[in-house]
């Protein structure tokens, strides 16, 4: 759930310094950015956690990459070969 009010997520990083500032409302962002404070704790900080519930976070400058998606182009043969592992797999979980 998003913080009342708060419902986006900033991705900031000013002249040459050697971390971005992110800063969020969003679950899903505070949620990834807590367990990565906590699994690399020299990397990752948390600044500020504010009475709203948004948060502050320090990230390595390194971290953080912009790109398009991967495209894959699969032939009809690995589609089809996709298509039977998935039913295969479905089958070994249904009742």
């Not at 991705?11 to 409302?25: C, N």
């Not at 089809?80 to 249904?94: D, I, M, N, T």
Request: proline share 4%; glycine share 6%.
């Amino acid at each position: 759930m998003a913080v009342e009010g708060y419902n986006e997520t900033v991705f900031e990083i000013e002249g040459d310094r050697d971390h971005w500032t992110v800063s969020t409302g969003q679950s899903a962002w505070r949620n990834r950015l807590f367990k990565l404070a906590e699994e690399h704790p020299e990397e990752v900080k948390c600044i500020v956690r504010n009475e709203d519930g948004s948060v502050l976070f320090h990230v390595p400058k390194s971290w953080l990459t912009v790109r398009p998606p991967k495209k894959m182009n699969f032939t009809d043969e690995q589609k089809q070969a996709a298509s039977e592992r998935l039913k295969a797999a479905r089958g070994r979980y249904s009742g």
